[in-house]
């Protein structure tokens, strides 16, 4: 190691801004007025000093008007909107210290921190990613990447609640943070990229070490941000196969609370069955239909990602997360699904005989009045 450049740390995660658009708006936005939006909001507080903020192209984004907290968190086909591709934005954010004592001492043992943390929110073509680079090494003897994260996302999150320009969203609760410490070397001259990741596992979250070749790296934001640059689309792949996971996850606890609600209806006596004959019949048309979809879902999310995998290996394109990304794709929620489908299959055939006894008794007692009528 040379002594040119010193090592720094930095922790990384998942987390952006949405807008909201004013009352009577057509909740629209253009690229431009996306960045408006997200540099208005961030300008007001006193506590944040914006770098930078652009995207590589025009595109137009879904407002959040009108829509409640819980839509915010709602998450459509694996990812949650708008997410801006290719989209920047880097600012620096002070957490006064009062602040700190009130939200963060409680829950964890943590020094005070009282520069500011430098947060880069990169939105990949997969998912958007967010770097927070600890101050100084001063800081770095007093909380690691994940702390930083943690500190840094609990405090946008309080500072943006009521945010009328603005909101304040994330994949979570956790499902990957890492702390990072990046280190010069002088063995990377043969590295396309400049650099190499060497993974630390322990308990709880990993530990990362990334070597950057300081001979074309002179600089630490020249490191920082090739290092950025290097594993942004990575992370970025692994957070949209957790968003996909999630709304996995959404679409089979529909199925499980329909199948518990049919299992109910299903077993009650004649005279229920005669209330509510058409609830029974809408949840099984909904059972069926939320089977197929969960199903569909499962098959073409892991497909298209074991294909994309499949295609950075044939170009020798480096993963550095690609063992994550494999468990990631592994731990999709899964359920007896069959067994589910069979049962909304019997309960259906049931119901149709039902139907059938029950219309060819009405045709023998009518018959039976008719005849008793005409005598």
């Not at 920082?224 to 996850?249: C, H, K, M, N, T």
């Not at 731990?331 to 069959?338: C, H, I, M, V």
């Amino acid at each position: 190691m040379s002594g040119s450049l010193k090592a720094f740390k930095f922790g990384v995660g998942a987390f952006w801004f949405l807008p909201r658009c004013q009352p009577n708006s057509v909740g629209v936005f253009t690229s431009r007025e996306y960045i408006d939006r997200v540099e208005w909001a961030l300008y007001k507080q006193a506590t944040i000093d914006v770098e930078t903020a652009y995207t590589y192209y025009d595109q137009n984004f879904e407002s959040v008007a009108d829509k409640s907290v819980d839509w915010l968190k709602e998450i459509r086909n694996g990812h949650q909107y708008p997410l801006p591709e290719f989209f920047r934005l880097d600012f620096l954010v002070t957490v006064p210290e009062d602040w700190q004592k009130e939200h963060i001492h409680p829950y964890r043992r943590l020094d005070t921190i009282e520069h500011p943390f430098h947060v880069s929110i990169v939105s990949t073509f997969y998912y958007p990613v967010t770097f927070v680079r600890i101050p100084s090494n001063e800081d770095a003897k007093k909380l690691d990447g994940v702390d930083a994260v943690f500190v840094v996302k609990k405090y946008l999150e309080d500072l943006f609640t009521d945010d009328p320009h603005v909101a304040f969203t994330s994949i979570g609760p956790s499902p990957f943070h890492a702390s990072i410490e990046a280190v010069p070397a002088v063995h990377l001259d043969d590295k396309e990229e400049g650099i190499e990741l060497v993974r630390y596992p322990q308990r709880g979250y990993d530990k990362f070490k990334v070597m950057f070749n300081e001979a074309c790296l002179k600089t630490r934001g020249a490191a920082y941000s090739a290092i950025q640059y290097a594993i942004s689309s990575d992370l970025g792949f692994f957070y949209r196969v957790q968003a996909s996971r999630i709304e996995a996850q959404r679409k089979l606890d529909q199925v499980e609370t329909r199948h518990k609600k049919l299992s109910k209806l299903s077993v009650s006596g004649t005279m229920v069955r005669l209330a509510f004959i058409r609830k029974i019949s809408a949840l099984i048309d909904e059972s069926l239909i939320g089977l197929i979809e969960y199903d569909g879902f499962l098959k073409s999310e892991i497909s298209s990602f074991e294909l994309d995998i499949e295609k950075r290996d044939a170009k020798g394109s480096p993963l550095y997360f690609k063992d994550f990304v494999i468990n990631a794709i592994k731990g999709y929620p899964r359920n007896d699904t069959q067994k589910i489908y069979e049962y909304v299959q019997t309960v259906e055939r049931r119901q149709s005989k039902w139907w059938e006894i029950s219309i060819l008794a009405a045709a023998g007692l009518v018959g039976a009045l008719l005849g008793a009528f005409i005598k």
